[in-house]
């Protein structure tokens, strides 16, 4: 059986949430084994943020997985409602990194694969030099791929479509001035999604623990009557 499907997304400690609700519909929707990892600034060994912790951290990426393998870079406010296997099937083989390029250029690191071992000059000094202008793609040294339109379509941007990844760049649509989109509903099914749980006799109404939580249960009911 082959390795996990590594992914990483962008952490913002202001926003927990917007990790959660990715990381579940990349889970949920994939045919394969994924390891997902946030990129927490505090754990990386760089310092350097930009409007959000993770805006520099993403290019730590080939790093982390020791320059080897193929890994894909997400912003936290997106969801994926496609299979992420077909994303990492593509040929990859002569390029550093692929992009969605049907969209500013500055949206161009919010989904990232690369190809690792290609990336070897994306070490911590220089992520962390601020003469770098990473969002350039220049240390890529030309060697650009395209991702698919549907893999890194910008709500609020880019004409409503269906697609396999929906990135809110505008803000999360739980919160109230980006709200009133018709691609909302794709991140609230995926953070219904989330959050769901089943009652919990039908998690647990069998195993040995049911019969002290019951006896518990029914001492505190007794209780509340007198």
Same mark, same amino acid.
């Given at each position: 059986?082959?390795?996990?499907?590594?992914?990483?997304?962008?952490?913002?400690?202001?926003?927990?949430? $917007?990790?959660?609700?990715?990381?579940?519909?990349?889970?949920?929707?994939?045919?394969?084994?994924?390891?997902?990892?946030?990129?927490?600034?505090?754990?990386?060994?760089?310092?350097? /943020?930009?409007?959000?912790?993770?805006?520099?951290?993403?290019?730590?990426?080939?790093?982390?997985? &020791?320059?080897?393998?193929?890994?894909?870079?997400?912003?936290?406010? +997106?969801?994926?409602?496609?299979?992420? %296997?077909?994303?990492?099937?593509?040929?990859?083989?002569? +390029?550093?990194?692929?992009?969605?390029?049907?969209?500013?250029?500055?949206?161009? $690191?919010? $989904? +990232?694969?690369?190809?690792?071992?290609?990336? %070897?000059? !994306?070490?911590?000094?220089?992520?962390?030099?601020?003469? *770098?202008?990473?969002?350039?793609?220049?240390?890529?040294?030309? /060697?650009?791929? =395209?991702?698919?339109?549907?893999?890194?379509?910008?709500?609020?941007? @880019?004409?409503?479509?269906?697609? %396999?990844?929906?990135?809110?760049?505008? &803000?999360?649509?739980?919160?109230?001035?980006? @709200?009133?989109?018709?691609?909302?509903?794709?991140?609230?099914?995926?953070?219904? @999604?989330?959050?769901? =749980?089943?009652?919990?006799?039908? !998690?647990?109404?069998?195993?040995?623990?049911?019969?002290?939580? +019951?006896?518990?249960?029914?001492?505190? *009911?007794?209780?509340?009557?007198?």
């Amino acid at each position: 059986m082959s390795d996990p499907l590594r992914v990483f997304i962008g952490y913002d400690e202001r926003q927990p949430l $917007a990790f959660t609700v990715l990381s579940h519909s990349i889970a949920r929707h994939s045919s394969v084994p994924v390891s997902i990892t946030p990129l927490i600034l505090p754990q990386l060994p760089i310092k350097r /943020r930009g409007l959000t912790s993770f805006t520099y951290s993403r290019f730590l990426v080939p790093f982390l997985c &020791g320059y080897r393998g193929v890994a894909l870079f997400l912003d936290a406010d +997106m969801v994926v409602t496609g299979d992420i %296997k077909n994303l990492f099937g593509q040929s990859i083989s002569q +390029m550093a990194v692929h992009v969605m390029q049907e969209q500013p250029k500055f949206e161009w $690191a919010s $989904a +990232m694969l690369f190809n690792n071992y290609i990336c %070897k000059n !994306l070490t911590p000094e220089f992520v962390e030099d601020g003469s *770098n202008k990473l969002f350039d793609l220049e240390w890529a040294r030309g /060697r650009v791929g =395209t991702l698919p339109p549907e893999w890194n379509h910008c709500v609020g941007y @880019a004409k409503p479509k269906e697609a %396999k990844l929906y990135h809110y760049t505008q &803000g999360l649509p739980c919160l109230i001035e980006p @709200a009133g989109l018709s691609e909302d509903q794709h991140w609230h099914a995926e953070f219904d @999604a989330a959050i769901h =749980t089943v009652p919990w006799s039908e !998690l647990m109404g069998n195993s040995v623990h049911a019969e002290p939580v +019951m006896r518990r249960f029914k001492e505190r *009911n007794e209780h509340a009557y007198h």
